[in-house]
Structure formats: structure tokens, C-alpha cells
């Protein structure tokens, strides 16, 4: 039976057979590419590889048609066949461990996989190159002689680490991968010609399409049961994100009931503003002239009036911040500078709502500083602002403070300049008078650095600024230590 079989193949149908596989290797390549290009998967590009190196390999087998012609335009000859058979059965093994992606399991794996069919493809095209030139073939043919022995040993390693990944798709692999490995090695001549095979040639090929027909049906299923664990990771991801939407709608929901309460109870504040600005808490009344505040909420209330909502809503918001900030001063024991700066800002942006004229305030701050690594006691720089204001250029038409931050050897020295009238004019207009709490807030602010600081060195100094012996503003210099 067997040589009838035989007999078949050989006088009836190895030329249909032979052009059918060669076309579905062609189509398999082509397909697979298209793939490649569709998802970017490696596994895609490399099958597509392997296919059509299996195509080139059996070009040459072809005895009549355009295949054959084409292999002779080629120059494809039996060892052409044999090169391109050594390189494709080593794809197969870059392909599976993309495909499995083995290197996302243990990289070392990974390696042993890879490394030799990259070393045996390159040992192959480097003979076959030294055959052609002319130089010699003996080289190639040892290659050729020795290579099923290497590609067995490589099978047996390979397959026996693909038992240690847990993946299912592996099964798929292994089983169409033995099958075409054992039918390769068939279909070559050392092997085909044993006493106890004795196969022809065309018979050698019809297994080895055989094999190729298995192998294929077995990556189909690969590919159509990790295609449908795709789907179902991607429905279970879209169940997940749907279901984390929802509950961010739900939260969104609870978050809009809370922002509209939070409206009501700011709409009440606005409304009972002059209420509001008849409270006297103790912790201002050590820290923050009451005049601010009072100026501060008329202020507020004047753009309420004249229904400037926006205005309103954005310095009343400025407002209970640097409260908040004064009321938190109380609890903590040092702010950072950064801190500290920022509270000065939003003083300033208050005071600005009682001028027509705004004061042009500035903080430059030496590079080599940060801000943030600076710790001094909350709320000792606003005093110093205050007097700038109140008793230096809340006259002028033209209104300067700038505040400076340098880095003096071991120390840090925070200027604060205005362009105002002068110290002495000051006196003289006994604008200082008018708010006792003035001086008692300069006091604090000094008593506080001192409690801070302790032995450490700190220092306060006023200088007195001129231009032509006419007065051009003060200059206060604290000097606090670098931490």
C-alpha cells in the first residue's frame, strides 16, 4: 500500500499538490504581512517571514510552469532549496517565542530560544555566500551535513522550556512544531535515504507538505483561541471601563450637589458680608491690622453692589484664603518661604481693591534659592508690607514695593523696598498715629523671629532711601539663617 501511495504521488499528483502548497505558502506570507501591518505584532511579521522562506525553499522543486521558470531566472538550484530550508526552520523558533512572547516570562529563556537560530542562519548564509564566489563548498556542505542534528538538539531544548510557560497556546506550538520538524527532516536527503525509509524525493516533499498542512491548521487554532482571549480581555476592559465611568458620573453627580451646596452657603455669606465684617477674632486682632479687613470686605461688597460678581467672587475667595492662612499660622509653628510669599501676594491683592492707583508689587528671588527649603515663623513678613503701604506709598500716584530674596553667605536677607515718603515724612503727617497696632504688629513679628530662632543669628534693620537728599522710599533688611 504504501508503494502505491508512493506511485501516485510520483506519476499523478505531485505537480498539483506541490503548486497548491506553494500558492497557500504565498497567500500564508502575504496575509500574515498585511497583518503585521494591521496590529504591529512582531509574531505577525516573523510567521509571515517564515512562510515565505518556506515558498523560496520549494520553488526550486517545481518541474514545469511558471514557478519553474522563475526559479531558473532566480538561479535557485537544489542548495538554494537547502539554505532557504535552514533558514526558515530556524524562524519558526524567533516566531513562537514572539508569538508566546517568552521574553515577558523569563528573559533568559528567552535567549536560549533566540541566540542559536540566529547563529545557525547566519552560519548558513555565510557558506552558502562562500560556495557561490566559488571559493569553496565544503564549508556549506559540512554546515548542511551537521545542521539537522542542530536543529534537533535546539527542538529538544526549546520545547522543553515552552513546557515550563504557562500558556495554552503553547500546546498549539508544540504539536505543530514536532509535526513539521519531523517532516522537514524527512523530506532531506541524508535522512530520506535511510535503509529503513528509503523515500523517494517527491515523496520526501509530500510529507514535508504534509507536515506544513498540520502545522498551519495548528497555528490557525493558536491564532483564532488567542484572537478570541483578545476579544474577551477587550470586552472585559471595556465592562471595567464603563463601569468605572459610571461611577465617575456618579461621582461627578455627588460632586455637583456638594459644589451647589457649597454655592448656597457662599451666596449666604454674600449676603450677610456686612455681618460678617462686625467679627472680631483675637487671633487678627495680634496679627492683622482690623482696618484691612473692614477695607477689605467694603471693598468686596462695593463690587457686590454694582454687580460685579465676577470681581466680587474672585477677592472673596483671595479673602478667606489669606484668613485661612492666618487662622492655619496659628496652629503650625514655621510656614516655608514659598509659603510665606504667596501669603504677602494675596495681602497685597486685597489692599489694591482700596486704590484707584494699584501697587506695582514684586517678588525677585535669587536662583540659587528655593523657596521652599526656607522655614521662618508664619505671618512675620506681612507687618512690614503693612507699614510699606499704609505709611509709604498709600499716597502716591505712583505705588512700588519690591521684595527681594538674597543668598549672603550663611544667611538669607529678605529686602523689602518701597518707593514711598520716607520714615520721617511719616512722622511728620503722623500717619504711624493713626493705628497703634501698626507698631505692635512690627513688635510681634520681631518677638517671633527671635522665639524662632533662638541663639541663632537674626536681624532687623530700616534704612532710610534718598536721591539728591530728597526721600525716595524705605529699605527694611531681615537677615534670617540659611537651614
Not at 332 to 337: A, I, P, R
Request: net charge positive; aromatic share 14%.
Amino acid at each position: 500500500m504504501f508503494e502505491a501511495i508512493n506511485n501516485i504521488i510520483e506519476r499523478d499528483s505531485y505537480g498539483s499538490l506541490l503548486y497548491a502548497v506553494l500558492g497557500g505558502l504565498l497567500m500564508l506570507s502575504t496575509y500574515h504581512m498585511v497583518l503585521f501591518f494591521q496590529n504591529r505584532d512582531k509574531s505577525y511579521l516573523l510567521y509571515s517571514f517564515y512562510t515565505f522562506f518556506s515558498f523560496l525553499a520549494y520553488i526550486s522543486v517545481a518541474e514545469s510552469g511558471f514557478l519553474h521558470d522563475l526559479s531558473n531566472y532566480l538561479g535557485f538550484d537544489f542548495r538554494s532549496k537547502q539554505l532557504f530550508t535552514i533558514i526558515f526552520n530556524s524562524l519558526y523558533f524567533l516566531f513562537f517565542a514572539q508569538f508566546l512572547k517568552v521574553k515577558k516570562k523569563n528573559k533568559t529563556w528567552h535567549k536560549i530560544i533566540i541566540y542559536p537560530p540566529f547563529i545557525l542562519i547566519i552560519i548558513a548564509t555565510v557558506t552558502f555566500i562562500i560556495l557561490k564566489i566559488g571559493i569553496t563548498d565544503f564549508y556549506f556542505e559540512t554546515f548542511k551535513k551537521t545542521f539537522p542534528y542542530l536543529i534537533t538538539a535546539h527542538t529538544i531544548v526549546s520545547f522543553y522550556i515552552l513546557t515550563k510557560i504557562k500558556n495554552k497556546l503553547k500546546y498549539y506550538i508544540i504539536f505543530g512544531g514536532i509535526m513539521l520538524f519531523i517532516c522537514s527532516i524527512l523530506g532531506e536527503h541524508s535522512i530520506r535515504q535511510l535503509p529503513f525509509l528509503n523515500l523517494t524525493k517527491k515523496m520526501g516533499d509530500f510529507i514535508y507538505y504534509l507536515g506544513l498542512l498540520v502545522e498551519n491548521i495548528a497555528f490557525s487554532f493558536a491564532l483564532g483561541r488567542r484572537q478570541r482571549n483578545n476579544y474577551r480581555e477587550k470586552v472585559a476592559y471595556n465592562r471595567n471601563l464603563i463601569a468605572e465611568m459610571q461611577k465617575n458620573v456618579e461621582l461627578k453627580d455627588k460632586i455637583n450637589i456638594e459644589n451647589q451646596r457649597r454655592l448656597e452657603v457662599e451666596n449666604r455669606q454674600i449676603k450677610y458680608l456686612q455681618e460678617i465684617s462686625d467679627l472680631k477674632l483675637s487671633i487678627l486682632q495680634t496679627q492683622m491690622n482690623p482696618h484691612f479687613i473692614f477695607n477689605a470686605l467694603n471693598s468686596i461688597k462695593y463690587y457686590i453692589l454694582e454687580h460685579d460678581t465676577e470681581n466680587a467672587v474672585n477677592y472673596l475667595t483671595k479673602f478667606s484664603k489669606i484668613i485661612r492662612t492666618i487662622l492655619v499660622s496659628s496652629t503650625v509653628k514655621d510656614f516655608t518661604l514659598e509659603q510665606e510669599l504667596q501669603t504677602i501676594k494675596v495681602y497685597v491683592d486685597i489692599e489694591n481693591l482700596r486704590f484707584n492707583k494699584k501697587i506695582d508689587f514684586n517678588i525677585i528671588i535669587d536662583e540659587h534659592l528655593n523657596p521652599e527649603d526656607i522655614k521662618l515663623p508664619p505671618m512675620v513678613l506681612q507687618p512690614f508690607i503693612e507699614n510699606a503701604i499704609l505709611h509709604g506709598v498709600a499716597l502716591l500716584e505712583t505705588k512700588k514695593i519690591d521684595v527681594h530674596v538674597l543668598s549672603k553667605n550663611e544667611h538669607i536677607e529678605i529686602r523689602i523696598i518701597d518707593n514711598g515718603i520716607g520714615r520721617k515724612e511719616a512722622a511728620k503727617n503722623k500717619i504711624r498715629h493713626q493705628n497703634s497696632s501698626k507698631s505692635l504688629g512690627t513688635k510681634i513679628a520681631d518677638g517671633m523671629l527671635k522665639n524662632y530662632f533662638g541663639s541663632k543669628y537674626y536681624k532687623i534693620d530700616y534704612h532710610d532711601l534718598h536721591k539728591e537728599d530728597k526721600p525716595t522710599g524705605t529699605m527694611v533688611v531681615l537677615e534670617i539663617p540659611a537651614q
